[in-house]
Structure formats: C-alpha cells, structure tokens
C-alpha cells in the first residue's frame, strides 16, 4: 500500500487528510511540523533501520519550529532522505501561477477542494517505481448507520 506523509500544524487538516487518504487505501502518517518528520528519518538512520520511505510527501509550507522551506533545504542537502518520494507543497499564501519551492513536484494553494487534492496525491504516486507504489486497497464499503433516536428507543 503507498505511503503518504502529511506534514501541517493545523490539526484539522492533518486529520482531514488522514481519513480521506485512508479511505483512499493509502498508509497515512501524520506530522505536525517539519522537524518532527525530520526527527522520524533521523531515528530510523541511528537505528540502523532503512526509513520506510513515502510515495508522497504533503507538507505545508508555513509551520512552526521547522517550515516546509527548511525541510526542503535539509532534505536537499541529504538527497537520500527523499529518495523517489513526491512532494507537494501546500500554502495558504500562495496564488496560482506562483513557482513551486524546490524538490516540489508542485505547489497547492489553500483552500484547496479535496477532490482536487486526491488527485493530484493519485497523479504523482503513478508516477513512483513499482515498487514503490502499489495500487491503494478499494474504499472500504459503507454501511448505513441507524440515528441515534431510534438506537436509543430499541434498546
């Protein structure tokens, strides 16, 4: 199953995206800021484990302690990190038209419709080697749900 990492101070997104992506069939792992991502990649190297590296990569350009400009800079100085994984960067303060920071596949502005965000997710992790991405699991079907009024008279 592909592996998508989010990268966003706003909680709300962060958990938005997770369900989506989830019912998407993708892996999904969540970050509030840069360096905690960072801190992930830097514990799996001095634990000698290879990082489970994502398809994709959505991060948000304006966050607290390590923005998605600093994250690009590190992960341009260590190439390795990034390896195949796509980045799409997301910003409120960007406008169409505006260049896409560097190693950015592209630049997302916010707010964003969420159709157009699967997408462009599903778009970019074609493009990912074989091995690197599998084709998510089918949404899982739903069932309809009785109101809470009638669960409450039946019981």
């Given at each position: 199953?592909?592996?998508?990492?989010?990268?966003?101070?706003?909680?709300?997104?962060?958990?938005?995206?997770?369900?989506?992506?989830?019912?998407?069939?993708?892996?999904?792992?969540?970050?509030?800021?840069?360096?905690?991502?960072?801190?992930?990649?830097?514990?799996?190297?001095?634990?000698?484990?290879?990082?489970s590296a994502p398809g994709v990569i959505l991060m948000d350009m304006m966050m607290p302690v390590m923005?998605?400009?600093?994250?690009?800079?590190?992960?341009?100085?260590?190439?390795?990190?990034?390896?195949?994984?796509?980045?799409?960067?997301?910003?409120?303060?960007?406008?169409?038209?505006?260049?896409?920071?560097?190693?950015?596949?592209?630049?997302?502005?916010?707010?964003?419709?969420?159709?157009?965000?699967?997408?462009?997710?599903?778009?970019?992790?074609?493009?990912?080697?074989?091995?690197?991405?599998?084709?998510?699991?089918?949404?899982?079907?739903?069932?309809?749900?009785?109101?809470?009024?009638?669960?409450?008279?039946?019981?």
């Amino acid at each position: 199953m592909a592996r998508v990492f989010v990268v966003d101070d706003d909680r709300s997104i962060r958990d938005l995206l997770r369900i989506a992506l989830e019912l998407e069939g993708y892996e999904v792992t969540t970050f509030g800021n840069g360096r905690q991502m960072i801190d992930a990649f830097e514990a799996c190297s001095r634990a000698q484990q290879a990082p489970s590296a994502p398809g994709v990569i959505l991060m948000d350009m304006m966050m607290p302690v390590m923005d998605g400009w600093a994250v690009c800079q590190y992960l341009e100085a260590h190439g390795e990190v990034l390896g195949e994984s796509r980045l799409i960067a997301m910003s409120a303060a960007a406008e169409p038209g505006d260049e896409a920071p560097p190693l950015a596949q592209m630049l997302l502005c916010k707010p964003f419709h969420l159709d157009r965000l699967l997408e462009l997710v599903a778009a970019q992790a074609a493009l990912l080697p074989q091995g690197q991405m599998e084709t998510p699991a089918p949404a899982p079907e739903l069932l309809p749900v009785a109101p809470l009024a009638t669960l409450r008279a039946a019981g």
